[in-house]
């Protein structure tokens, strides 16, 4: 039985769930008694895990495990997630965080970011990365159950003083939640305008990040992201769907209709003080199906490099 609780990984909850999928999420939910650390959960925060481990049920136990430890042993990240907090405010009005209005030919959702004030000595890492997470939360919720997302980022006015102001302990723990919690199937990242000095930000980046998050990267010397229908860009970028005005309005929506979720939704934490089982390594699974970090060939990585 699923408990009783109004905390939901969905603003509007799913509408059903397979009932093909039921004995997975008993499983599940079998294994959530014998771990009192965790906080008890609906049956569609269950199946979005399912489903974003591909109904593996061991990974599918691992992204549970790791998105609530993960959330509530980083607060810098994950705390205090109050959209009308000067400082979450200030991190809104240094850059677009857009969800595009239409999907792939394939069914893939795409979020977009950039950049709208190129000054680096306004960013403060930590909170930029607090602020990313809740709205990668706010799309999740928004969507549903989606096949998967495609990333796009404008590199368009970042400078190396933006990287010089990155936070390695936020940094880290962005890519662990990432790559280790966050329940989405992720199919491909876009970089558009991307630096000559790229290489410093791969360099730094490189072992936090698994070999196949790093092969869905592409790299692109303007605003066309390779293999992409461009139609689905915004008009600025000779797509065939909202301006960038009318972007920033919707996200503006979604920020106050989700104030309160937000808030709500930051209960959701595991206790150590409960736990009575030893805490897996961080890195025995992944939402990408592997076990370790491979040695990379950056001469690999950085063959989409069009312009090199």
């Not at 009932?19 to 199946?47: A, M, S, V």
């Not at 998967?148 to 939640?177: E, T, W």
């Not at 290489?199 to 980046?205: D, K, W, Y």
Request: glycine residues 4%.
């Amino acid at each position: 039985m699923a408990p009783k609780t109004n905390l939901q990984p969905f603003y509007h909850g799913l509408d059903e769930i397979p009932q093909g999928k039921i004995k997975e999420i008993q499983k599940i939910r079998n294994w959530l008694l014998t771990q009192p650390h965790l906080p008890e959960i609906t049956n569609d925060y269950i199946y979005v895990f399912l489903f974003s481990c591909h109904f593996s049920i061991e990974r599918a136990k691992s992204a549970i495990e790791h998105y609530f430890s993960i959330r509530t042993n980083h607060p810098e990240i994950f705390g205090n997630r109050n959209t009308e907090d000067p400082r979450i405010k200030h991190v809104r009005s240094l850059g677009h965080l857009w969800r595009l209005p239409k999907t792939t030919p394939e069914g893939y959702r795409i979020v977009m970011y950039s950049v709208r004030d190129n000054d680096p000595t306004k960013m403060v890492f930590a909170e930029c990365v607090k602020t990313f997470c809740m709205f990668n939360d706010i799309v999740l919720s928004e969507d549903g159950i989606e096949e998967g997302y495609i990333v796009i980022f404008d590199m368009k006015g970042v400078q190396l003083g933006h990287l010089a102001r990155v936070s390695l302990p936020a940094l880290r723990c962005f890519f662990l939640y990432i790559q280790e919690a966050h329940p989405v199937r992720i199919k491909g990242v876009h970089v558009l305008n991307t630096a000559s000095w790229i290489h410093h930000i791969m360099r730094i980046i490189m072992p936090m990040v698994k070999s196949e998050l790093l092969s869905l990267v592409k790299f692109a010397k303007g605003n066309e992201p390779e293999g992409f229908p461009l139609q689905l860009l915004p008009a600025e970028y000779g797509g065939q769907t909202s301006t960038v005005e009318e972007l920033d309005k919707d996200t503006e929506l979604l920020w106050d209709k989700y104030h309160q979720w937000l808030l709500d939704n930051e209960k959701l934490k595991s206790d150590d003080s409960k736990r009575i089982t030893k805490k897996s390594s961080w890195w025995s699974w992944s939402l990408f199906g592997s076990k370790t970090n491979e040695e990379l060939d950056e001469k690999n990585i950085m063959k989409n490099l069009r312009y090199e």
